[in-house]
């Protein structure tokens, strides 16, 4: 499994990002897909977690209420809507594939977030 992320950038606090992450490779539906994110000096954490089917999902604490994450399996993209956007959600995110809420068999690039306040 291949994984290319997009959609970072610079925004505002307060603001809105929304990531995307496309994968190759076959049988993408079986994988539980996620977003973590890291900073200098820190260990990645988790962000968001969906299952293969879409029906579960898992967020960090720091983001419940604010992010959501989705996925299309007919089109092999997993998104994740980043709302209300602090200075601390500073962080390059990272796409996984094959996750669980600590670590992933496949990742992604990361895309660097920004959050100015």
């Known amino acids: 499994v291949q994984l290319q992320a997009s959609g970072g950038g610079l925004v505002q606090a307060g603001g809105s990002l929304r990531l995307s992450c496309a994968a190759s490779g076959r049988a993408f539906s079986r994988y539980a897909m996620a977003w973590f994110r890291q900073t200098p000096g820190k260990e990645r954490e988790i962000v968001a977690r969906i299952s293969g089917t879409g029906d579960t999902t898992y967020y960090g604490d720091s983001v419940k209420g604010r992010f959501t994450i989705s996925r299309d399996n007919a089109k092999n993209t997993v998104h994740l809507q980043m709302n209300s956007l602090k200075p601390e959600d500073t962080a390059v995110y990272y796409c996984?594939?094959?996750?669980?809420?600590?670590?992933?068999?496949?990742w992604g690039q990361g895309t660097q977030v920004t959050v100015s306040s």
């Open positions: 996984g594939g094959s996750c669980n809420t600590r670590v992933c068999g496949y």
